[in-house]
């Protein structure tokens, strides 16, 4: 079992109301019982937080989607994206990255450094140990350092565009009653900014 931090706890929870209110809110006692249960299984939060995403972004698309959601609804995209780690897992550092950083948009996808550490990023994920490995956390702070290399060149090249965004961002996450400067804040921001910057390039970053 891998136990979720306080933090975790309250990421997830205003990550959920964030997405499937628009504003601040509060897990539900099923919420919280599914949450639990993910933490039984040793899923990282940041795969329920992926999966969250997953199922909001498809539920954008639909004409008509459910008024009613809730946390049970994201395990379908939970398992995937496990099974989607150990896929990667499996390959190992001979997977074929050529492929997806063919989809970047232009001028990053000509940059070679965003390139050369889109791949070093890759080839960390890709060779990650399982958690109870003794050097899991070493490993999970190399593959953060690479990914956070790889959006900072891509940040870069977004030039002045890159202040807009910003701003539009800072306004989304004050109407949810995010405390600017807190720790649900911070990470709050930097998901949501990495997804805004690999949105904005077609960087494939899974979930973000």
């Not at 499996?90 to 232009?106: L, N, Y």
């Amino acid at each position: 079992m891998t136990a979720y931090t306080r933090e975790e706890k309250d990421w997830l929870e205003r990550e959920w109301a964030f997405r499937a209110w628009g504003r601040a809110g509060l897990l539900s006692t099923d919420d919280y019982r599914q949450v639990l249960a993910w933490e039984a299984d040793a899923v990282p939060m940041d795969v329920v937080v992926a999966a969250l995403n997953a199922f909001f972004d498809r539920r954008e698309t639909r004409a008509k989607p459910r008024t009613f959601v809730a946390l049970k609804h994201l395990d379908r995209d939970v398992a995937k994206t496990m099974k989607l780690r150990e896929s990667l897992l499996r390959a190992g550092p001979a997977m074929d990255s050529g492929k997806e950083w063919a989809q970047v948009k232009a001028p990053l996808r000509e940059d070679p450094a965003a390139k050369a550490a889109f791949l070093a990023w890759q080839r960390l994920q890709a060779s990650a140990p399982s958690p109870e490995a003794a050097g899991y956390l070493a490993h999970h702070d190399q593959e953060r350092e690479a990914r956070a290399t790889l959006l900072g060149l891509a940040e870069a090249a977004l030039g002045p565009a890159a202040e807009a965004m910003r701003e539009e961002l800072r306004q989304r996450l004050e109407a949810s009653d995010m405390k600017e400067g807190g720790l649900v804040w911070r990470r709050a921001w930097n998901h949501h900014w990495a997804r805004l910057v690999a949105s904005a390039w077609n960087l494939p970053l899974g979930g973000a």
